[in-house]
């Protein structure tokens, strides 16, 4: 099935830095939506997306939606050992044509105290 | 319910055999899907019901698979003569129509 491209894979960082990964399409989307996954569960919304070019923030995660409507990146400040897991992009066409979500690769992140 | 549900947790089968997951979405919700989460892979949409129409099947790898939804609420996924390859995480989700998805804890299917 299709999926995302999503970068980058992994991230080994140290409590306390800041954290960057994106998300690219060929395909254009009217939502992007950000999710975590913790081991054994399944996704939680972190962050939504509706409009191309918005900046929208959830505590310490800010994401944006590209302008060109094929790319969303996640930020993550100050990262805390609980900000351990998978993150995974998602985009929707919604508006009535389909509400399937498409998924990114996921990206791995792991938090040392 | 407080969130989506799905049965069983953890299924170990035999090539060649069928198996039922089930999911119960939230309570109003109208809208249910299905997705596949191979090892170390993102999540591959499945199928999806809305209300009374017909469901979008276009992500269902082969003809073995199936899902129904009956009276508008819990769902049932059947593969049918199960190989390996089926082995996965399959996750369900609900929403309102058009709203945010909200999965449930998966069920972890092994095909040995």
């Known amino acids: 099935g299709q999926q995302l491209n999503q970068s980058p894979q992994s991230m080994f960082i140290q409590e306390g830095e800041d954290v960057s990964m994106n998300c690219t399409s060929s395909?254009?989307?009217?939502?992007w939506l950000w999710y975590k996954q913790d081991p054994g569960e399944g996704p939680v919304l972190l962050i939504a997306?509706?409009?191309?070019?918005e900046l929208t923030s959830n505590g310490r995660l800010t994401a944006q939606f590209g302008i060109t409507r094929k790319d969303s990146f996640l930020n993550i400040s100050a990262s805390i050992p609980s900000d351990v897991g998978i993150y995974f992009c998602?985009?929707?066409?919604?508006?009535?044509?389909?509400?399937?979500?498409?998924f990114g690769t996921g990206t791995l992140l792991a938090v040392q105290p | 319910g407080a969130g989506v549900s799905q049965s069983p947790s953890n299924k170990v089968t035999e090539k060649g055999k069928d198996v039922e997951l089930r999911c119960d979405p939230i309570?109003?919700?109208?809208?249910l899907y299905w997705y596949r989460q191979s090892l170390g892979q993102g999540l591959e949409f499945l199928i999806y019901?809305?209300?009374?129409?017909?469901?979008?099947k276009s992500g269902l790898p082969s003809d073995r698979f199936s899902a129904e939804r009956t009276g508008g609420s819990v769902s049932t996924l059947t593969i049918q003569r199960t190989q390996q390859e089926d082995s996965a995480v399959y996750l369900c989700?609900?929403?309102?129509?058009?709203?945010?998805?909200?999965f449930g804890p998966g069920t972890r299917l092994l095909v040995l």
């Open positions: 019901f809305q209300g009374n129409s017909a469901p979008d």
């Open positions: 309570s109003g919700h109208t809208a």
């Open positions: 989700a609900s929403s309102s129509t058009g709203g945010t998805q909200y």
């Open positions: 997306l509706y409009k191309a070019g």
């Open positions: 395909s254009i989307f009217n939502t």
């Open positions: 998602a985009g929707q066409m919604g508006g009535g044509a389909t509400n399937k979500l498409i």
